[in-house]
């Protein structure tokens, strides 16, 4: 399977093509990516990648621990990670499908302006507001500056007893950013053939 000429072909990476046309892109810093040795989803999401990085000509650097040799090899002519520096205004983060506790930490410590991952309202919706905030209190600002901007996942939600959120103050002076945009992706359905590589794929500018 040509998992390069599939993405290249795509009307999904035509869309994130558009999304990211008027920005200025040195290096991509992609995270969470799988094995590619072992996993189709993460094979999809390398094709992105370097579809991603011949679009901007741009230096890749990875890092995800479950890497294994086979990996290494598959990856020998990218930046494997142990310390990563860069000019973060002109950094692409690409994390697919990484964790709520990965993607907060990167937002505290690299502070990322282009963050191509997890739609971050679809990601965090299974919880409350309060937990959010309590838990994830970056990620929490975020999704609060994105307003009312939800997912339609095609459910209605019945509930008995009508529940109440606590009201929650936002820190926003306790973040680097005071604005946040997203452009989600609709060409991901689950019948394409990357299948679940890139279920809630979004483009957040965040500024």
Known sequence: MDYGQIIR????????????ENIEISTIRCLA???PSES?????QLALLIELQQLFDAKVSLYDPIFNEKDNEILKDFTIEKEFTSDSSKTLYFLP????????????TNQPKYFLANDVIAHTDRLTKKKLADNYPTLSIIV????????????TRVSRKRFKEPVIIYDID???????????????????AWGTSFTDLAYHYIS
Not at 12 to 19: G, K, R
Not at 174 to 192: G, P
Request: proline share 0%; net charge negative; no cysteine.
């Open 97 to 108: 499908h990484a964790s709520l506790e990965l993607t907060e930490e990167v937002l505290n």
């Open 144 to 155: 609060h500056l994105l307003g009312e901007n939800k997912v339609d996942d095609g459910f």
């Open 40 to 44: 189709k989803n993460a094979r999809f």
């Open 33 to 35: 990516l799988g094995s």
């Open 9 to 20: 072909t795509s009307k999904l990476f035509q869309d994130i093509s558009l999304s990211l």
């Open 174 to 192: 306790s973040v680097y950013f005071d604005k946040v945009q997203i452009s989600r992706y609709l060409h991901t359905n689950k019948n394409d």
